[in-house]
């Protein structure tokens, strides 16, 4: 999952990445990736949220 694309003209978008990953590892998700598209010129980060979180997510939600 695509938690963030900042592009690089953005100012501090490394850093911001940099802050949204380590936010994403607190909130439980997994394989959490933050990285630098040179041919897009794009910063990005990505992880994933374990089924177990994602469906106490969905139940809070729902008010479950």
């Not at 999952?1 to 997994?30: C, Y």
């Not at 394989?31 to 979180?53: F, I, K, M």
């Amino acid at each position: 999952m695509n938690l963030q694309s900042l592009h690089k003209t953005q100012p501090g978008a490394a850093t911001r990445i940099a802050a949204t990953a380590e936010d994403a590892r607190q909130l439980g998700f997994e394989n959490v990736v933050a990285r630098y598209e040179p041919q897009t010129g794009y910063h990005t980060v990505s992880g994933e949220l374990p089924a177990e979180s994602a469906q106490r997510t969905v139940d809070r939600i729902l008010g479950r």
